[in-house]
Nanobody, 117 residues
Framework: VQLVESGGGLVQPGGSLRLSCAAS????????MRWYRQVPGKEREFVAR????????TYGDSAKGRFTISRDKGKNTAYLEMNSLKPEDTAVYSC???????????WGQGTQVTVSS
């Protein structure tokens, strides 16, 4: 089982990034996909979730109106499109896959996003 994030990097305030989370080793279409972020010394923060069927999404307060989560079942990949980035969005972003009704949950290794001029 693997979740591999990519797409992080350094971006100026107001810029955009698209993070990807490539999944393998499990039935991607059966899992809810979530993005979290974490800053050293702080608790992990929920960013966004997309249901296994792909139709329903939920966002944390910091992401509403600026971020969009999506998934491509053909590519077994989840995405997080981030617009109007702010310095406070700087964090390590990790994706998570979990199957409702079970304790099964997988995590990626994370990708660093730095928003700075």
């Amino acid at each position: 089982v693997q979740l591999v994030e990519s797409g992080g990097g350094l971006v100026q305030p107001g810029g955009s990034l698209r993070l990807s989370c490539a999944a393998s080793g499990f039935t991607f279409s059966s899992y809810v996909m979530r993005w979290y972020r974490q800053v050293p010394g702080k608790e992990r923060e929920f960013v966004a979730r997309i249901e296994s069927a792909g139709g329903s999404t939920t966002y944390g307060d910091s992401a509403k109106g600026r971020f969009t989560i999506s998934r491509d079942k053909g590519k077994n990949t989840a995405y997080l499109e981030m617009n109007s980035l702010k310095p406070e969005d700087t964090a390590v972003y990790s994706c998570n896959a979990y199957r409702r009704g079970t304790m099964t949950s997988y995590w990626g290794q994370g990708t660093q996003v730095t928003v700075s001029s």
